[in-house]
C-alpha cells in the first residue's frame, strides 16, 4: 500500500531511517483514504514552519514512512481527520500551535490552547489574534441525564486534566476528555537547543516513560546524523527500558487493584516496584534513570556491582510475582471486577493504532521491538504477548505476561552484554540540515520521535509523540455504558501520560 | 492469598527507620513555620497534593512514600482527596498557564491555617521548563511557598525527611535558633 501510494515520489535527501515524501492534495487524499480502510496506521501528525508531517505504518508489510504536505499560501492544510478520526485532536494541536488552517476538520474547537497564553499560535510567533469562543463540551440530551465534572484537579495523586461524564443514573452515557492543563511549550522550548540540552527536555516529557523518551530521541538525532553509538550503550539502553517496564506495569497492576478496593496487591507490587527502582538506582545511578541516555550513548557504565544487582532482582521478581499472579487470578471478588469491564473492540483498537497494553489486549498484534525491531531487539528478540478480550482483565494479564518476558529478556540480555565503551562524544555536524525519525516501545506503547538537526548541532525542529494520543480518545469508548464507579478502574488500566499528551 | 498473608505474619515489616535529620534539598521560607505547625497541629498532617504542570516524575516519588518501604502515615501524615481536608498542599511542576486558576482556586479552597510545600526542581524554579510562553515558573509566583524540597525528583526519603521536619517535635526550640535557613 505504501508503496503503491508512493510509487511516484522521491524520498527527501536529508530525512535519514525510513523515507519521508512530500506529498501534493492528490496523495495526500489517498493516505486519508488507505487510513479510513484501516490499510495503514496513523502513528504521528505534526506541524513544522511550512508543512504539516505524518508518520505511517502498513501492519500488512511491516513497511513505515513519512509524508509531508506543503502549507498553502493562505495557511491551509487539508485535513485527514474527514477520513480518519484519530487525527481530529492531533489537528486540533496543530492549529493551536501553528495556526494552520485545518480544512475540513470535522471539530475545530482549540485543543492545547486554553485561551491563558500571552502569545497565540506560539510555533509560528503570529501576533494575538481574536479570542477563542468559551469551550463548548459535545451535548449529550435526554430526560434524566445528569452531568458530573471531574478536574482538572483530581482526588488522588494524579495528573490534571478533565472529564465531563453524563451519565443516566449510575450508567456512563458519554465521557468527554478536556486535556492541555500541563501544557509546558516542550517543542517552543526544544527549538535551538543543542542536541544535549534537548536531551534533557525529552528526558521530561513524560516521567514515568523518561527512559523511553530519551530512548526515542536519541535514536532520531543519530539516525539524522548517521552516528552509531557503542555496542555496550545500545544493549543498556535496553535493559534500562526493560527495567522501566517492569516497575512501571507492577505499579498498574497494583494500582488497578487498588481501585477494585483490593489493596493488598497494591501493598505487594509497591514493594516489587520499590525494589526495582532502587535496583535501578544501583545500577544507573538513579531510580528512573532519567538522564541517563543521551545522543552518542549512555551515560552509565553499569558496573558489576549493578549487574549483579539487577540479575538478583530478576531471582526476586521471579519468585514473588508468580504468587501475586495466583492472587490475581484467584480472587473472585477482584475478578467480578476486572473482566468485563472497559472493554476496548478489536475494532477500535486497530482503527486509534492503538499502543502498548491497551492494543495488545484488544488483538492488534503490534509492539515496535517485535514488528519493527531496533537495537538491540535485532540481535536478542522479544517475544510479542496478546490478548482479545479487550477488557480490564486482559490490560492487567498483557501487564503480567510482559513482567516475565522483560525479565527472560533481561537475563539473556545480561548474560550477552558487550563490553566496551559506553559512551561517544557526537562532534561532527552535518553540512546540511537533517532529519530522523525513531519509533521505540515505552511501558505505555510506542513512543515517536522526529528531530531536525542544522549544521550547528542544533535543534530546528523536535516533535515527540506519546502513544497517548491515540489512547484516551479510546477510553471514553471503553467507558460508555460502564457504571460511574468504574471509571478509576478503567482509567488505571489506561494510566494515559498526561504530561506526555500535553507536552 | 491465605498462604501470603500468614508469611507476611510471620517475617518482619519492609518498613525501615528514616533518620530525622535535615536533608540538604531543603529551602524554608521561615523557620518559624515548624513551630507553627508543631503547635497547631502536633505531628499530624493532612496532606493534598496537586500537579500544577509536572512531568510526573515528582508524582511517582510521592506515590512512593505511601509503600512499606517508608510507610509515610506512621508520622501521622496522609494524604487527602479534597483541598477541604487539606493542611498542606503539596505542589509539583512548573505552573503551567494552564493549570495557574486551577491552583489558586485549590489554595482558596484550603481552609486555614495552611501551609504550602513546593516538590522539585520544576516546583522550585521552573527547571528545564523556564521561559516558556506556557508556563508561569516557580509555584511561588502563584501561591506564598513555605518550605521548597528540590530534586529531579526528589527521592521518597528527601520527600520523607522534608515533611518530617515540617512537623518535627523539637520544631518549636528549632525555632529560635537563628542559625537555621
Not at chain 2, 129 to 152: E, H, M, Q, T, W
Amino acid at each position: 500500500m505504501l508503496k503503491a501510494l508512493f510509487a511516484d515520489l522521491l524520498p527527501v535527501a536529508s530525512h535519514r531511517g525510513w523515507p519521508r515524501v512530500e506529498a501534493d492534495a492528490g496523495v495526500w487524499r489517498g493516505i486519508g483514504e488507505a487510513l479510513r480502510e484501516g490499510k495503514l496506521d496513523l502513528l504521528g501528525l505534526w506541524g513544522d514552519e511550512a508543512a504539516v508531517h505524518c508518520a505511517l505504518y502498513e501492519p500488512a508489510t511491516r513497511d513505515m514512512s513519512s509524508a509531508s504536505i506543503k502549507v498553502s499560501a493562505g495557511g491551509k492544510v487539508p485535513s485527514l481527520a474527514v477520513f480518519h478520526a484519530p487525527a481530529s485532536r492531533l489537528e486540533r494541536a496543530i492549529a493551536d500551535l501553528f495556526g494552520f488552517e485545518m480544512v475540513g476538520l470535522p471539530d475545530p474547537r482549540p485543543w492545547l490552547d486554553h485561551g491563558r497564553w500571552a502569545v497565540r499560535s506560539p510555533l509560528a510567533e503570529r501576533a494575538p489574534g481574536p479570542e477563542p469562543p468559551r469551550y463548548a463540551f459535545l451535548a449529550a440530551e435526554g430526560p434524566s441525564l445528569h452531568q458530573i465534572p471531574v478536574g482538572p484537579v483530581h482526588a488522588g495523586i494524579i495528573e490534571p486534566g478533565h472529564f465531563r461524564f453524563t451519565a443516566s443514573g449510575e450508567t456512563v452515557v458519554r465521557l468527554e476528555e478536556r486535556l492541555g492543563y500541563t501544557h509546558k511549550g516542550v517543542e517552543k522550548l526544544l527549538c535551538g537547543k543543542t542536541i544535549d540540552e534537548a536531551a534533557r527536555l525529552a528526558a521530561r516529557v513524560s516521567g514515568d516513560s523518561t527512559v523511553a523518551y530519551a530512548f526515542a530521541y536519541a535514536r532520531a538525532v543519530e539516525t539524522a546524523l548517521e552516528f552509531c553509538p557503542p555496542p555496550r550503550a545500545l544493549w543498556l539502553r535496553a535493559v534500562m527500558a526493560e527495567l522501566e517496564r517492569i516497575a512501571n506495569h507492577l505499579g498498574d497492576i497494583g494500582a488497578i487493584c487498588n481501585d477494585a478496593a483490593f489493596s493488598m496487591m497494591h501493598a505487594e507490587c509497591a514493594i516489587l516496584r520499590e525494589e526495582t527502582l532502587r535496583t535501578c538506582a544501583v545500577a544507573f545511578g538513579h531510580r528512573l534513570m532519567m538522564d541517563c541516555i543521551v545522543p552518542g550513548g549512555v551515560t552509565a557504565h553499569l558496573a558489576s556491582a549493578g549487574h549483579d544487582a539487577i540479575l538478583s532482582l530478576a531471582q526476586h521478581l521471579r519468585q514473588q510475582f508468580p504468587e501475586l499472579i495466583e492472587l490475581y487470578e484467584n480472587t473472585a471478588s477482584l475478578q467480578d471486577r476486572t473482566v468485563g469491564t472497559g472493554v476496548v473492540t478489536t475494532m477500535l483498537a486497530a482503527q486509534f493504532a492503538a499502543a502498548g497494553y491497551v492494543g495488545r489486549a484488544s488483538g492488534r498484534a503490534f509492539d515496535t521491538r517485535v514488528c519493527r525491531p531496533y537495537p538491540p531487539y535485532d540481535v536478542e528478540p522479544m517475544d510479542m504477548v496478546g490478548r482479545n478480550e479487550g477488557d480490564v482483565d486482559a490490560r492487567v494479564w498483557i501487564r503480567m505476561l510482559e513482567i516475565q518476558r522483560s525479565l527472560d529478556w533481561l537475563e539473556a540480555a545480561l548474560a550477552s552484554l558487550p563490553n566496551g565503551p559506553t559512551h561517544l562524544p557526537v562532534i561532527a555536524g552535518p553540512t546540511v540540515s537533517v532529519e530522523g525519525t525513531a519509533l521505540v516501545e515505552g511501558f505505555r506503547g510506542d513512543v515517536l520521535a522526529y528531530v531536525r538537526i542544522g549544521p550547528d548541532l542544533c535543534i530546528e525542529r523536535c516533535h515527540l509523540r506519546d502513544p497517548s494520543w491515540f489512547l484516551w480518545p479510546l477510553l471514553e469508548a471503553a467507558i460508555e455504558g460502564n457504571i460511574v464507579a468504574d471509571f478509576p478502574l478503567c482509567n488505571k488500566s489506561f494510566n494515559c501520560s498526561y504530561s506526555g499528551h500535553d507536552l | 492469598m491465605r498462604r501470603r498473608l500468614f508469611k507476611n505474619l510471620v517475617t518482619s515489616p519492609s518498613t525501615e527507620p528514616v533518620s530525622e535529620k535535615e536533608p540538604a534539598v531543603l529551602d524554608a521560607a521561615g523557620a518559624a513555620l515548624r513551630g507553627a505547625i508543631a503547635r497547631r497541629l502536633g505531628r499530624s498532617l493532612a496532606i493534598r497534593e496537586v500537579d500544577s504542570g509536572s512531568c510526573n516524575g515528582c508524582e511517582l516519588e510521592i506515590h512512593a512514600l505511601s509503600n512499606a518501604f517508608y510507610d509515610v502515615e506512621r508520622f501521622g501524615i496522609r494524604f487527602v482527596a479534597s483541598p477541604r481536608h487539606a493542611d498542606v498542599l503539596l505542589v509539583t511542576g512548573p505552573v503551567t498557564h494552564n493549570m495557574r486558576e486551577a491552583l489558586e482556586r485549590t489554595y482558596a479552597a484550603t481552609p486555614a491555617p495552611k501551609w504550602v510545600v513546593a516538590v522539585g526542581d520544576c516546583g522550585a524554579g521552573c527547571g528545564v521548563f523556564a521561559n516558556s510562553y506556557a508556563c508561569v515558573g516557580a509555584v511561588s509566583k502563584v501561591l506564598p511557598v513555605d518550605l521548597v524540597i528540590r530534586g529531579c525528583p526528589p527521592t521518597p526519603t528527601d520527600l520523607l525527611q522534608g515533611l518530617l521536619w515540617l512537623i518535627s517535635d523539637s520544631a518549636a526550640r528549632v525555632a529560635t535558633d537563628a542559625s537555621r535557613p
